[in-house]
């Protein structure tokens, strides 16, 4: 394992391996099964993810990015996102261009069975995710299309985790859905170094659907990148399916699929006219 230069995160320079590849792609031959055969759909779980090392750096870079912040803040959603390598320190470009490397994507395959994976240079949604206190994210699917290359699919979600300390009590579980949502599957805390890795399809319900309640200053961090599939022929244009809740009020049930439509109505706008995101995320707040 390459160890990082120790110097100070702003002026140090990367690994050449922010991946213990080795290690991570022993973990895929063990964790396949269990990937294959998880409910409510195909996901694993992986512990320590990084070495220990890079995960200190990048969580100290993700403290450091101060610029590139987008606040997307609407019924379904409020958090900030960074969907650009240009503003990240130099150890989270490190480990985002190992992440989209062929060797990562292959591993991807052979943990998931999923063939002919591509990464996402244009960080389609993805990138660096911070939610504040009081922020959330509805229950939902993804949205399936790539915004810009049509004839991509989405099938892979990897979430990375930077958050030490976390407490129960602040609310912050990623929660898996059955494909009626009728019920809570599974939930997940966002611990420090915990990745987990999932099948993207239309019944592949999940979110924090609870307002986090963490101390002011405290924010739950994470990395966010998608894979996908040519498949040689133009994707229907799909968005983010959200979803009610058993219990929730109507008032709410009504404004979930309401801000659902304006959602779909974006995606349509981005294809067709390169609406930006940062834009949406200003009209939709307005509602």
Not at 72 to 98: C, I, Q
Request: aromatic residues 10%.
């Amino acid at each position: 394992m390459t160890s990082l230069d120790t110097q100070s995160s702003g002026s140090s320079r990367p690994a050449a391996d922010p991946l213990d590849f080795d290690r991570l792609e022993a973990l895929a031959g063990r964790l396949r099964d269990e990937f294959r055969s998880a409910t409510p759909f195909p996901h694993v779980v992986i512990e320590d993810f990084l070495p220990q090392e890079t995960a200190e750096r990048v969580r100290a870079e993700f403290d450091e990015t101060r610029e590139g912040w987008d606040l997307y803040h609407h019924y379904n959603e409020n958090k900030l996102a960074v969907s650009s390598l240009e503003p990240l320190g130099p150890h989270t470009r490190a480990l985002f261009d190992a992440l989209q490397s062929r060797r990562f994507v292959d591993l991807v395959e052979g943990l998931t069975g999923i063939q002919d994976l591509i990464s996402d240079p244009d960080l389609d949604g993805a990138g660096l995710h911070k939610i504040e206190p009081g922020g959330f994210l509805n229950v939902h699917t993804d949205f399936l299309a790539h915004g810009k290359n049509r004839t991509w699919s989405r099938q892979v979600n990897l979430l990375l985790y930077f958050n030490r300390g976390w407490q129960p009590e602040w609310k912050g579980d990623l929660e898996f859905w059955d494909a009626e949502v009728t019920r809570c599957e599974r939930s997940i805390a966002p611990l420090f170094n915990r990745c987990v890795l999932f099948h993207t399809a239309e019944k592949s319900y999940h979110g924090h659907p609870h307002r986090l309640a963490c101390p002011a200053g405290e924010t739950r961090k994470s990395i966010a990148l998608y894979y996908f599939r040519d498949e040689g022929a133009a994707r229907a244009v799909s968005s983010t399916h959200y979803r009610p809740l058993p219990g929730d009020p109507l008032l709410k049930r009504w404004l979930v699929v309401a801000d659902r439509g304006l959602l779909r109505a974006y995606s349509i706008a981005k294809r067709y006219t390169g609406l930006s995101n940062q834009l949406v995320s200003r009209i939709l707040k307005r509602f």
